[in-house]
């Protein structure tokens, strides 16, 4: 049965470590517990333990590849000068990374994305079936990030917003990611 990989891409105002945006990267540990505690939710991707000491552009990320970012990100790569913060998972559908995104942490925290991050000109998420024994890699993230900026939502690449089912037709799904102004 397909499943969901779904990406999360923005750029911090001022690189990790900066007071500025501390307050999200406190954040970032309870969302992701809480997102692995959701219904759906079934796979992040994890550098593997004992890397903290390396950036994640060197970090080993397993299955999921090397770390990458898409071509809007233009800052640095180093650990003082790292400003992106990105994600990558798969859930079972997309009613339940729905139900995730627009609720509990991770819903307080989007609603204060404007004191943290850079106001984007790209895509801040995309959303794609793949085959239940496939894991997404971040190559597979940015490109579909990059599809999505380029082409706008389409069965490659969508958004909560407009999305596509397993057979590339559009769907609908119901609630708050239906409404205007929130699309992330």
């Known amino acids: 049965m397909p499943r969901v990989a779904f990406t999360t891409f ?20 309870p969302t992701f517990e809480e997102a692995e505690g959701s219904p759906g939710f079934l796979a992040r991707a994890k550098e593997d333990p004992g890397q903290s000491h390396i950036t994640n552009f060197d970090r080993d990320w397993g299955e999921w590849g090397k770390f990458e970012v898409p071509r809007f990100y233009t800052g640095g790569r180093t650990d003082d000068t790292d ?62 990030l990059e599809h999505l900026h380029d082409h706008g939502p389409t069965p490659t690449s969508f958004t909560l917003r407009k999305p596509f089912g397993p057979d590339g037709t559009p769907t609908k799904l119901r609630g708050p990611a239906t409404r205007p102004g929130t699309d992330g």
């Open 83 to 144: 400003s992106r913060a990105s994600t990558l998972s798969l859930w079972a559908d997309l009613e339940s990374v729905f139900a995730f995104v627009y609720s509990g942490i991770h819903r307080s925290t989007l609603s204060r994305r404007h004191e943290w991050f850079l106001k984007p000109e790209w895509p801040s998420y995309a959303a794609w079936w793949v085959a239940d024994d496939t894991i997404p890699t971040w190559e597979d993230a940015c490109s579909r």
């Open 10 to 29: 923005a750029i911090l105002k001022k690189p990790y470590g900066d007071p500025e945006v501390q307050e999200f990267d406190d954040l970032t540990p």
